[in-house]
Each structure stands twice: as C-alpha cells, then as structure tokens.
C-alpha cells in the first residue's frame, strides 16, 4: 500500500499562487503515475494534472494548461502542484492520488491522500 499525505491548501486571492506538496510512503516503487485531482462541491472529481515518476509523461486538463505546473521530487518520494493565476474555479478539495500504471482515468488511481481545501476569493 501506498501513503499520500497533501499539504499546502488554504485561501487566496484571486490571481494569486498556491504549491501544494505530496508526500509518499509505503510502496512507491509500485507506483508510475502521480496524479493530481480536484473536486468541487456537487462536481465529479477530474483530473487536474498527472505525471510519471521519471517525468517523461505529463498531462494537464485544458482548464489548468499555463497555470498549473507539475512536478516530482523522487529523491524525496514528493510530487508537487504550483498554481498560478488562480481563479475562483480553480476552488475545490485537491487530492493526490498515485496508480500503477499511466492514465487519466480516475478508476486507475488506486491510492488517496485525505485532500487539502484550496479556496480561491474573487
């Protein structure tokens, strides 16, 4: 089993910037794609952002693409989300999430953080 611990939520302005930080433990050798989701209230959870640990695959949802960068840390087993040019869409609870295998689709992820609240006040 594989752990995630997020951190880095909380409230800002429109416009402005959060990191959230992914802390893994466990088995992570059995994972190859960390994922990030969100999911607002009475919304379906999507995908924001996915990345393979060496980093030759990335992906981000159209609605994040100039502003959201994704990246590891494998030294540290961490994978990080900074945001930019945060909008009051962009409000949700972000979870990271970690699946053998590569992919968009939320039934491949197979390991959860608890989530952190991002809050975005226009």
């Known amino acids: 089993q594989v752990q995630l611990v997020e951190s880095g939520g909380g409230l800002v302005q429109a416009g402005g910037s959060l990191k959230l930080s992914c802390a893994a433990s466990?088995?992570?050798?059995?994972?190859?794609?960390m994922g990030w989701f969100r999911q607002a209230p009475g919304k379906d959870r999507e995908l924001v952002a996915a990345i393979n640990w060496s980093g030759t695959l990335i992906y981000y949802a159209n609605s994040v693409k100039g502003r959201f960068t994704i990246s590891t840390d494998n030294a540290k087993n961490m994978v990080y989300l900074q945001m930019n040019s945060l909008k009051p869409e962009d409000t949700a609870v972000y979870y990271c999430a970690a699946s053998g295998r590569w992919g968009t689709e939320v039934w491949k992820y197979d390991s959860w953080g608890q989530g952190t609240q991002v809050t975005v006040s226009s």
């Open positions: 466990g088995r992570t050798f059995r994972t190859y794609t």
